[in-house]
């Protein structure tokens, strides 16, 4: 089953504009400087490695 994203990934980068952040969820590559983001947790694993959200969204 394949799950489809891009409505969620939309929401978490209009919310961290909204947060004055920029809208850069799911983005990351293997680093990300914005250490207050609310939603960096859900978008780099523990590890520092980037989760994989349906790339693609503009």
């Given at each position: 089953m394949t799950e489809d994203f891009s409505d969620?990934?939309?929401?978490?980068?209009?919310?961290?504009?909204?947060e004055g952040?920029?809208?850069?969820?799911?983005?990351?590559?293997?680093?990300?400087g914005q250490t207050e983001c609310a939603?960096?947790?859900?978008?780099?694993r523990s590890d520092g490695e980037p989760m994989y959200w349906s790339e693609e969204i503009q």
């Open positions: 969620l990934v939309r929401l978490i980068r209009s919310l961290q504009r909204l952040h920029p809208d850069c969820f799911g983005t990351a590559d293997h680093a990300c939603w960096r947790e859900y978008c780099l």
